[in-house]
């Protein structure tokens, strides 16, 4: 049960994320005018640019590799501001990124099949299939 507690946790803080950035997003659209603060974080701003599971991949990065993350992160925040990249950055392009460079992002795996119109792991199908076979 601890993987459902776990996928609830990362729904509910992906929904987090998605309400931060729309409630970013109709801020910035009603004042238009405001400029923005100069002295924003590096990596609050690159995180209003990553899609799904990006910001999953940044943590993973951070936490594996702290210094080179730091300088990733700028270089991909200059890259923005220039307007050479203007697209949302997923998860996947972020790590292919990193894996390019020879940062090899470790990422938590997990394989989930469906058995009795619920998704469970692979892990525990195949415990469960050979807990019966043995009985």
Do not use: C, H, W, Y
């Not at 002295?39 to 899609?51: A, H, I, M």
């Not at 702290?66 to 220039?82: A, D, F």
Request: hydrophobic share 35%; aromatic share 4%; glycine share 6%.
């Amino acid at each position: 049960m601890s993987e459902d507690s776990e996928l609830e946790r990362l729904k509910a803080k992906r929904l987090a994320e998605m309400q931060k950035n729309i409630s970013s997003q109709n801020n910035v659209e009603s004042t238009p005018e405001s400029p923005k603060p100069v002295s924003e974080n590096p990596r609050d701003l690159l995180v209003t640019k990553l899609g799904f599971r990006g910001l999953e991949v940044l943590e993973n990065a951070e936490f594996q590799f702290p210094n080179e993350t730091k300088m990733i992160i700028q270089k991909l925040l200059e890259l923005i501001k220039t307007g050479e990249i203007n697209e949302i950055i997923d998860g996947g392009q972020l790590l292919a990124l990193f894996r390019s460079i020879g940062l090899n992002i470790r990422m938590e795996t997990k394989i989930n099949v469906e058995q009795d119109g619920k998704f469970v792991s692979l892990n525990d199908k195949l415990s469960n299939q050979s807990s019966e076979s043995g009985d």
